[in-house]
């Protein structure tokens, strides 16, 4: 059963229709919320504390019971992407206990528990996928740590050789990028798109407005159901970005006396106390992207003289 | 012949004693190897509330007849059960919700064992008596302890795995539910088997010192197990020797014991984070 299941995967496909979570106590989470996606892809979840990011993590995992709706995984139910080892899930840093007394090679084997024996011995096979992963991310020196004993970047590593270990291809990572050096996020992002190649499913929750246009093809804007979904460029505009945090990111408006008054250009930074995003004439897309997207450009334009009139 | 110079060798020669040691041997290495478990998932409070709320349960199984051990059981899972899912259903937190049961429990407690006809003694449910120990409640623990023993060595790993991380066991698929109640039970049974021989208010300490010792001894677990072990086997046989000779409690001794080898555990551990401060991070 797992290996054919593994065979579907080569199209991957994640499908949330109409989710709707209701926590017993009565907090109403997330209604309505519906996007799919297809595997290769890297996929940003952006929305303000609170918009039920977590809520729909954990739907994807299946913690949670949907009140209404559904969530899918090759067409399937959650809890058979589970069994099939498919789903592979990476902490934020702050929900790990670093104290505890499991070393980085004991933290990375245990990817491999779903599909170990009762026991959980490990073979030679689960030995060989543990130092693979381990030597992936560069952390093969560093097995023997205990895991408190890493620095931040090292860290969020550990975590996601587990997920490489366990060869999850659905990959849904609580916020990788706080707290890290930009030299990581450059490796894990590297990563990921290593494993967009092979095709896998990865979702990112995160925070960091600015780096999701940089390496997310595709983004999902959440307040409490979906605002936003689709590729990057088209859902990472100003106007979908107010609607989903309202009055939560600062504003810098600079005027032309601000920057340069000779050409006439506006500089325009929304941040949500991390990277920010940059909003620049025809919306954000750095200068350096811009190549081979003029279709894009050039319909931004027309939409923003539309509304200007 | 004067008790108290007797040497210690020869209390060996005491049936009481010998059965003592059992227990206390046996006790001590399952509650020991539970609560390496308990101080790593924070339920080190849970071991108090569990223990407490066995009371009203012995009382209404001894007016009902039942064996004590099943009320306590019963009673002690209840209330773990009941917590969490007032926890779910509320806004409050885990702690918060389990100190008003467990006292509500043990309140109800008091209360049944003042208004009922039963031939239990309180000081012997809350402090133990394990010099009192009958032939067939060595054979009960000594048979729980070992089937304890086997079953959470056995599934150490997948144990380990729901304190470290649940959200991943349960993206694996584990069955972390299951495995979340196989760790309320053992713990209720642990208490259960342990009210013998420590009473109800000490068996906290056998649930809680040992692991704590053990972890500032080592950074990997399996090694943590045993000296959690060797920690509480090594107090309670010395703390059951001990008040012989003093002539005290012999539960108040055992947990004496273990929280002096804690002391002295914490004074190394200091010592030795000072020594190597800088060369390497000490948790």
Redesign the interface.
């Known amino acids: 059963m797992t290996t054919s299941f593994h065979d579907l995967t080569r199209g991957l496909r994640l499908e949330v229709s109409g989710l709707g979570v209701v926590y017993?106590?009565g907090h109403r989470a997330l209604s309505g919320a519906s996007f799919s996606l297809t595997g290769g892809t890297i996929c940003g979840l952006v929305g303000p504390n609170g918009s039920g990011k977590s809520t729909l993590f954990k739907s994807m995992?299946?913690?949670v019971r949907p009140s209404a709706g559904v969530v899918t995984i090759n067409g399937g139910p959650v809890?058979e992407a589970?069994?099939a080892?498919v789903?592979?899930?990476v902490?934020q840093a702050e929900e790990?206990?670093?104290?505890?007394?499991?070393?980085v090679w004991?933290?990375v084997l245990?990817?491999r528990?779903?599909s170990m024996n009762?026991?959980?011995r490990a073979r030679l096979a689960d030995r060989l996928a543990v130092e693979e992963s381990l030597r992936r991310v560069s952390l093969w020196e560093f097995r023997d740590r205990?895991i408190?004993?890493l620095s931040g970047g090292q860290k969020k590593r550990v975590f996601l050789a587990?997920a490489l270990a366990?060869g999850g291809r659905l990959i849904l990572l609580d916020e990788p990028f706080t707290g890290v050096d930009v030299q990581t996020e450059e490796a894990i992002i590297i990563l990921l798109r290593e494993l967009r190649t092979s095709g896998c499913i990865i979702v990112v929750s995160t925070h960091n407005l600015g780096s999701v246009p940089e390496f997310c093809d595709q983004a999902v804007l959440l307040n409490k159901t979906v605002l936003a979904c689709g590729p990057t460029a088209s859902v990472f505009t100003e106007q979908n970005l107010t609607a989903a945090f309202g009055g939560v990111l600062r504003h810098f408006h600079f005027e032309r006396s601000t920057i340069q008054s000779h050409d006439g250009r506006s500089v325009k930074i929304m941040t949500d106390d991390e990277r920010p995003l940059v909003f620049g004439k025809d919306g954000h897309l750095e200068y350096k992207d811009r190549e081979g997207r003029e279709s894009l450009i050039d319909e931004r334009r027309r939409r923003e003289t539309e509304a200007e009139r | 012949m004067n008790l108290y110079t007797e040497p210690w060798w020869e209390l060996f020669g005491y049936e009481f004693m010998r059965e003592a040691l059992v227990v206390g041997v046996v006790v001590a290495a399952m509650a020991a190897v539970l609560s390496c478990f308990l101080i790593l998932k924070g339920w080190s409070l849970m071991g108090d509330a569990v223990s407490h709320a066995v009371l009203p349960g012995i009382v209404l199984a001894s007016m009902l007849g039942l064996p004590l051990a099943v009320g306590a059981f019963v009673a002690g899972l209840g209330c773990a059960v009941a917590s969490g899912f007032v926890k779910r259903h509320s806004r409050l937190k885990e702690d918060t919700v389990l100190g008003v049961i467990f006292t509500g429990m043990f309140g109800l407690g008091l209360v049944l064992y003042s208004k009922a006809p039963t031939v239990l003694h309180l000081d012997h449910i809350l402090f133990g008596n394990i010099l009192g120990v009958s032939r067939a409640q060595v054979w009960q623990t000594s048979l729980i302890g070992v089937g304890v023993l086997s079953v959470v060595l056995a599934r150490r790993r997948d144990l380990l795995l729901l304190c470290f991380d649940e959200r991943h066991a349960r993206a694996l698929a584990l069955p972390a539910t299951a495995l979340h109640y196989l760790l309320l039970s053992v713990l209720a049974l642990v208490i259960v088997v342990s009210l013998q021989a420590v009473g109800l208010l000490l068996v906290v300490a056998m649930l809680i010192t040992p692991g704590a010792t053990a972890r500032l001894w080592t950074d990997s677990f399996d090694w943590m197990l045993v000296v959690a072990v060797v920690v509480a086997v090594v107090s309670s046989v010395s703390g059951i020797l001990i008040s012989y000779y003093v002539s005290g409690s012999t539960a108040a001794c055992v947990v004496l014991v273990q929280a002096a080898i804690f002391l002295l555990s914490l004074m190394g551990w200091r010592l030795r984070a000072w020594r190597f401060r800088g060369a390497r991070r000490v948790p």
């Open positions: 017993a106590n995992m299946g913690f809890r589970l069994k080892q789903v592979a899930y902490p790990v206990d670093w104290d505890f007394p499991v070393s004991d933290v245990m990817g528990y779903g009762f026991l959980r205990q408190g004993e587990r366990q």
